[in-house]
């Protein structure tokens, strides 16, 4: 790993960085604040009248805890979506717009290999999925514990992230491999995001339906069961390791790609 590129592109994906963590964070202090055993029968009461809607979003399982509520409000959606944008707006910076103008060839003109160079922009990805979580954790025991001392599953809390975080990194290795695999900008930026894309609105329509719950079984995404991992499911550990593992296999295989493949540069 090049320390010099490192902290220059970790600099450059600060912003951007900062912003998704700023619009988290008032996510979760508003869903937080909601949290009311009485609320709850209020939300659950338009859950039974609007199922469809709620279960697409990840909604649907009534919530007694705060632990529930932030599971039911927050890792359906909220929680994947904005970082799925966050890593198509790194990988951009960080492999894409490199290559479409030619600036590749700068780095490549440094005593450093094809090999190190994409190992840096890796570590600059997890680096900062890795610190988001972190912040997003923090987010949640602060505004957990000053609302609603003593109610909050720490535990539980850790396994769920750890298991979000494994699923960050399976995207971001997804995105990045398609960001290395492919000349065309439009490809190599949209074929990875667009895989991720489908897997949400997979997961969304399957449950909306039993008619569509089949897409479950062939979407990577149902790998990441909060409320399993929350649980202490012993088959969600197993899933979100299985997400773990993907995520190591997708950036090596990016790293491989890009060491081989013929740049037009």
Do not use: H
């Amino acid at each position: 790993m090049n320390k010099t590129l490192f902290a220059k592109e970790l600099r450059a994906n600060l912003f951007v960085s900062g912003i998704i963590a700023a619009v988290l964070a008032m996510y979760i202090g508003m869903i937080i604040s909601m949290f009311d055993p009485k609320l709850g029968e209020s939300l659950d009461l338009m859950m039974q009248s609007m199922p469809e809607i709620f279960a697409a979003f990840g909604m649907s399982t009534q919530a007694t805890t705060l632990i529930d509520f932030m599971l039911n409000y927050l890792y359906g959606f909220l929680l994947t979506i904005f970082i799925l944008v966050l890593i198509l707006i790194m990988v951009n910076k960080l492999m894409v717009r490199y290559l479409d103008r030619g600036a590749m060839a700068y780095l490549l003109a440094t005593p450093n290999s094809r090999t190190r160079i994409a190992l840096t922009m890796v570590g600059v990805m997890v680096t900062v999925l890795v610190a988001l979580i972190a912040v997003v954790t923090a987010l949640e025991v602060g505004f957990g514990e000053g609302m609603f001392p003593g109610e909050l599953d720490f535990e539980a809390l850790a396994r769920v992230n750890a298991g979000l975080l494994a699923l960050w990194l399976a995207l971001a290795g997804l995105c990045f491999l398609s960001a290395c695999l492919f000349s065309n900008a439009t490809a190599a930026l949209w074929v990875g995001g667009g895989l991720g894309i489908l897997f949400f609105l997979m997961q969304m329509v399957s449950k909306v339906g039993d008619k569509f719950e089949f897409l479950q079984n062939i979407n990577p995404l149902t790998l990441f069961d909060y409320y399993g991992l929350a649980a202490g499911d012993a088959s969600a550990v197993g899933g979100a390791v299985a997400l773990a593992a993907s995520a190591v296999a997708l950036f090596a295989a990016a790293v491989v790609v890009f060491d081989r493949r013929n740049l037009s540069i």
